[in-house]
């Protein structure tokens, strides 16, 4: 009697939760084919990038764009301690981007900045792992950034 009970509890639960209408926001496709895509600067950011920005991209979209950007990278001190050592340096990331619609000929263009700072380490091995974090969540948000942008201004 006790273990019927939980059963059919179960199921009913399971019903529910499988039936709540949950759907993914990006499930519908692209609106944009990227034919183009011309990333200048930092080897490592440019390539995460543009694997990042070709997964919005849908060959069969009508909207066809080309895309040019050029990013730099730059390291400054951010805190020295009073014996004068640093002790925090700041990263940031900075990118124009050039976006062309081929049908209408029609460029808008967009700069972006990304700041990310890091700690120094008592040795250089952990100082170096924390800067390549720094970097590396610091470009997943460009290019969080990136892909936004593109994908709005080729809704409007």
Known sequence: MFMTKKFNILIILSILLTSCGFKKIN???SLINLQDVNISGENRIAYELKNNIFLISDVEAKNKYNLKMTITKKK???IKNK???TSRFELNISSDLSLTNINTQEI???SFAINSAYDVAKNHSETIRNEKSALKN???RLSDEVTNFIILSSTN
């Open 27 to 29: 499930l519908e496709k």
């Open 76 to 78: 400054t001190i951010k």
């Open 83 to 85: 014996n004068g050592k």
């Open 108 to 110: 808008i263009y967009r």
């Open 138 to 140: 610091a470009t997943q």
